[in-house]
């Protein structure tokens, strides 16, 4: 399973993390990926990171304002959103699978077969 959080409303310019609590799943062998879909649109990938070797892969839109990463402890994968636009507006999703995938396929959402609930991220002034 896996549990998404932390979205909510942010001005312009603003910052938010939202976490991904992941049970049931081997943690030390797989990928997780954040994902996400605005409104009218189609569901897109964002960032990812396989979880041995932590190597991780943005999106064009993300890279140099978003930042994912992980907690072995608390089975946490976090994204931490920075420089927000109304275009990062779109609910969120965590999504997980067991295989490492390679680094062409990290943002590619058919390699990916567990999903969370999603959080919505609003960004307005």
């Known amino acids: 399973q896996l549990q998404a959080s932390g979205g909510g409303l942010v001005q312009p310019g603003g910052s938010l993390r939202v976490s991904c609590v992941v049970s049931g799943f081997t943690w030390n062998t797989g990928t997780i990926g954040w994902f996400r879909q605005a409104p009218g649109a189609e569901r897109e990938g964002v960032a990812s990171m396989r979880l041995s070797g932590s190597t991780t892969r943005y999106a064009d839109s993300a890279r140099g304002r978003f930042t994912i990463s992980k907690d072995n402890a608390k089975r946490t994968v976090y994204l931490q959103l920075n420089s927000l636009q109304p275009e990062d507006t779109a609910v969120y999703y965590c999504?997980?699978?067991?295989?490492?995938?390679?680094?062409?396929?990290?943002?590619?959402?058919?390699?990916?077969?567990?999903w969370g609930q999603g959080t919505l991220v609003t960004v307005s002034s």
């Open positions: 999504a997980a699978t067991a295989r490492g995938l390679i680094w062409s396929s990290m943002l590619a959402i058919q390699y990916y077969q567990y």
